[in-house]
């Protein structure tokens, strides 16, 4: 609905099991890719808002192995409340694991 606002994918947010289904497929830095759901959705145009609105600029591919969920709660703080943030409100989305975890 605002196409002038930008949508930043960082590291942190990933999920904390390894389950196949938690892995990101997405290489660091690239655009993310339209799904044929994506792609057939009447909801909005996915393909415009991955290519336009998505700032891909700090994704480095999937979680690395020598990292847990608690370290990347931790960067994900960091991060949020950095004097590079300068935004107001931060909306952030992610897996249930990791929002369970965050808030216990």
Known sequence: RRPQE???IIPPLQEISRNPDTLSITPAHA???ASWVDK???VCNF?????NQVDMSLHSGN???NTNGLKRMLAFC???FSPSVKE???IAGGHSI???SFFQ
Do not use: A, G, N
Not at 47 to 51: L, M, P
């Open 47 to 51: 393909h415009e808002i991955f290519w």
């Open 31 to 33: 655009t993310i890719q």
């Open 63 to 65: 979680k690395p192995l």
């Open 40 to 42: 057939t959705s009447k």
């Open 98 to 100: 990791w929002f369970r």
């Open 78 to 80: 960091d991060f949020v």
């Open 6 to 8: 930008k949508i930043l």
């Open 88 to 90: 107001e409100y931060v």
